[in-house]
């Protein structure tokens, strides 16, 4: 079983930067895939970012790309999410995840790969 603990939200003006962290136990990130997704209130979640358990590939969505980086460090067994120059966006609650297996590149973005979830971190970007 793999627990997961995001961290690091809080609120940030418009252009502003953030990281959040994301600790997990149970497994070693150098073991585990990872990725990000967002939730808004009323709305679905979705895909942030996600990183191959290798560490080697990473991926984003376009409305975050250039300007979110996720990344793992092994020796702390902790996910990171860099989110730069933050866009006014619904307040949302951001979500780590980490998937059972090792999924292809094509899959870090679909929800149904992940079956251990984080309790969430508030983000709340004000213009």
């Known amino acids: 079983q793999v627990q997961l603990l995001e961290s690091g939200g809080g609120l940030v003006q418009t252009g502003g930067s953030l990281r959040l962290s994301c600790a997990a136990s149970?497994?070693?990130?150098?073991?585990?895939?990872l990725a990000w997704f967002r939730q808004a209130s009323g709305k679905d979640r979705e895909y942030v970012a996600g990183?191959?358990?290798?560490?080697?590939?990473?991926n984003a969505a376009n409305s975050v790309k250039g300007r979110f980086t996720v990344s793992k460090d092994r020796d702390k067994n902790m996910g990171y999410l860099q989110m730069n120059n933050l866009k006014t966006w619904h307040p949302a609650i951001y979500y780590c995840?980490?998937?059972?297996?090792?999924?292809?590149?094509?899959?870090?973005?679909?929800?149904?790969?992940?079956?251990?979830w984080g309790q969430g971190t508030q983000v709340t970007v004000s213009s």
């Open positions: 990183i191959k358990k290798s560490g080697g590939v990473t």
């Open positions: 995840a980490a998937p059972a297996g090792n999924p292809i590149t094509s899959s870090l973005s679909n929800r149904a790969t992940y079956e251990y």
């Open positions: 149970g497994r070693t990130f150098g073991t585990l895939a």
